[in-house]
């Protein structure tokens, strides 16, 4: 086998790799930061006078505006990234990303500068938005072309990781600002800090990236002049389908998976069950670091094992410990965080996911088929996730637990498919090498 596809992690790999998962973690943090603050946001950027009811739906609407703008922004900058290089996408999509984030943390107010302040927070929020459909799957293809084929799953998963980081990350802030400003402090200045935080972070992530060299994939692919000479959404809408619905049901099980398991729950504890809130952010932060393992966990196993198996397993122990979660909620503290550790261990099978989405796609188009199908995926489930498990919880308060179920038994049938299309090439291989 040759050496270069199954050599360790190098220092160059290792510094690679740090700097793509701190995008990852921007990401999350720049986005999640919004639903923290949304009720001082609200309060701040809209008329005093109108209900409590609208103002939430006008700043939610605010923070919805973002996961629309992600397929566009996505797509065209990932066809740049497969035209012009994936360094270039990959620094320009974090810059475009830290910018609006330290804007929104400036702008005036509904006080200084009437309806004027909500619109320019919905066009920092698109434009936030519109450089985070590049970001997530440049990295996934910047690291995957970077470092030796037997590391690909650990490094994917190691950079999912670092998207989760990013929530654990806001939920510090939050509650950081919190319990050390007072609720005057709060609307008067304290919501700009984590703002801020994100921008200028942002800003030297990008600085840091400097020092990375193109993937030689794709430096590859320029001496052989083999870059794609359609454009690369025509071909992988005409000519890749089958990894387009691949990376589709992937996502969703992804982002499902993370919004009802790690951003729904928390609430669900307070209102359904009566958690107290303390109680329940500490076991959600819990929750966190063992999704953070998990996701490093399953991309090392898929290495050894491959994305079929590890997926199908994965997806059975998702859904064996988030029922138990879902069922032992009120029960006691102890119990609560052994139970909610496990069912954040076991959405870490997200881990898998872009593993299998680098792999569903040639190197030509390789950015735009996951770029497409991710933020395209992203934008409708993990939008209609939140919606879809409150309006079921009105038939059954089981109803997160029944959604998450859904989701692994997605995952188990797409391990089936890919064990099946694994046994495919297996049998041809055979075939040809009999027949030569």
Same mark, same amino acid.
């Given at each position: 086998?040759?050496?270069?596809?199954?050599?360790?992690?190098?220092?160059?790999?290792?510094?690679?790799?740090?700097?793509?998962?701190?995008?990852?973690?921007?990401?999350?943090?720049? !986005?999640?930061?919004?639903?923290? /603050?949304?009720?001082?946001?609200?309060?701040?950027? !809209?008329?005093?006078?109108?209900?409590?009811?609208?103002?939430?739906?006008?700043?939610?609407?605010?923070?919805?505006?973002?996961?629309?703008?992600?397929?566009?922004?996505?797509?065209?900058?990932?066809? !740049?990234?497969?035209?012009?290089?994936?360094?270039?996408?990959?620094?320009?999509?974090?810059?475009?990303?830290?910018?609006?984030?330290?804007?929104?943390?400036?702008?005036?107010?509904?006080?200084?500068?009437?309806?004027?302040?909500?619109?320019?927070?919905?066009?920092?929020?698109?434009?936030?938005?519109?450089?985070?459909?590049?970001?997530?799957?440049?990295?996934?293809?910047?690291?995957?072309?970077?470092?030796?084929?037997?590391?690909?799953?650990?490094?994917?998963?190691?950079?999912?990781?670092?998207?989760?980081?990013?929530?654990?990350?806001?939920?510090?802030?939050?509650?950081?600002?919190?319990?050390?400003?007072?609720?005057?402090?709060?609307?008067?200045?304290?919501?700009?800090?984590?703002? /801020?935080?994100?921008?200028?972070?942002? %800003?030297?992530?990008?600085?840091?990236?400097?020092?990375?060299?193109?993937?030689?994939?794709?430096?590859?692919?320029?001496?052989?002049?083999?870059?794609?000479?359609?454009?690369?959404?025509?071909?992988?809408?005409?000519?890749?389908?089958?990894?387009?619905?691949?990376?589709?049901?992937?996502?969703?099980?992804?982002?499902?998976?993370?919004?009802?398991?790690?951003?729904?729950?928390?609430?669900?504890?307070?209102?359904?069950?009566?958690?107290?809130?303390? %109680?329940?952010?500490?076991?959600?932060?819990?929750?966190?670091?063992?999704?953070?393992?998990?996701?490093?966990?399953?991309?090392?196993?898929?290495?050894?094992?491959?994305?079929?198996?590890?997926?199908?397993?994965?997806?059975?122990?998702?859904?064996?410990?988030?029922?138990?979660?879902?069922?032992?909620?009120?029960?006691?503290?102890?119990?609560?965080?052994?139970?909610?550790?496990?069912?954040?261990?076991?959405?870490?099978?997200?881990?898998?996911?872009?593993?299998?989405?680098?792999?569903?796609?040639?190197?030509?188009?390789?950015?735009?088929?996951?770029?497409?199908?991710?933020?395209?995926?992203?934008?409708?489930?993990?939008?209609?996730?939140?919606?879809?498990?409150?309006?079921?919880?009105?038939?059954?308060?089981?109803?997160?637990?029944?959604?998450?179920?859904?989701?692994?038994?997605?995952?188990?049938?797409?391990?089936?498919?890919?064990?099946?299309?694994?046994?495919?090439?297996?049998?041809?291989?055979?075939?040809?090498?009999?027949?030569?």
């Amino acid at each position: 086998m040759d050496s270069l596809t199954t050599r360790r992690l190098n220092r160059q790999d290792y510094k690679t790799l740090a700097l793509a998962a701190l995008g990852g973690a921007l990401e999350f943090y720049d !986005f999640i930061i919004f639903v923290f /603050f949304a009720a001082v946001i609200g309060e701040l950027f !809209f008329p005093p006078d109108i209900p409590e009811w609208l103002r939430q739906v006008q700043t939610f609407a605010i923070f919805a505006a973002g996961y629309l703008a992600r397929p566009l922004g996505g797509i065209i900058m990932a066809h !740049f990234g497969d035209k012009v290089g994936r360094k270039k996408m990959f620094s320009l999509s974090i810059l475009l990303m830290a910018l609006p984030t330290l804007a929104m943390g400036a702008l005036p107010t509904y006080a200084s500068i009437g309806i004027a302040a909500p619109l320019l927070m919905l066009l920092m929020r698109v434009l936030q938005g519109a450089a985070i459909g590049g970001e997530v799957p440049g990295a996934w293809v910047f690291v995957a072309e970077h470092v030796p084929e037997k590391r690909i799953g650990f490094a994917c998963g190691t950079l999912t990781a670092g998207l989760t980081a990013g929530i654990l990350l806001g939920s510090l802030v939050a509650t950081v600002l919190n319990t050390s400003l007072s609720p005057a402090a709060i609307r008067d200045h304290g919501w700009r800090i984590p703002f /801020f935080l994100g921008g200028l972070f942002g %800003l030297l992530a990008m600085y840091l990236r400097r020092w990375l060299h193109e993937t030689p994939v794709f430096r590859q692919m320029q001496q052989r002049k083999a870059l794609a000479e359609k454009l690369p959404l025509q071909t992988i809408l005409a000519s890749h389908k089958r990894g387009i619905a691949v990376s589709m049901l992937l996502t969703w099980l992804l982002s499902a998976c993370i919004v009802v398991v790690i951003l729904m729950a928390p609430t669900l504890m307070q209102k359904q069950h009566g958690v107290p809130a303390a %109680l329940s952010l500490q076991a959600n932060s819990f929750a966190t670091v063992m999704l953070l393992i998990g996701c490093v966990l399953a991309g090392w196993i898929v290495d050894r094992y491959g994305a079929a198996r590890t997926l199908l397993i994965g997806s059975l122990l998702l859904a064996l410990c988030s029922w138990s979660f879902f069922q032992q909620l009120g029960g006691t503290p102890q119990m609560l965080f052994i139970w909610y550790g496990l069912a954040g261990l076991s959405v870490g099978v997200v881990g898998v996911v872009p593993f299998v989405m680098v792999r569903a796609f040639p190197a030509a188009v390789r950015f735009t088929g996951i770029s497409f199908s991710y933020n395209v995926s992203y934008a409708i489930f993990g939008g209609l996730t939140p919606i879809s498990v409150t309006l079921m919880m009105s038939l059954t308060p089981m109803a997160p637990a029944w959604y998450v179920l859904a989701l692994a038994l997605i995952g188990m049938l797409v391990a089936l498919w890919l064990w099946h299309d694994s046994r495919q090439a297996n049998a041809q291989l055979d075939v040809s090498l009999h027949s030569s």
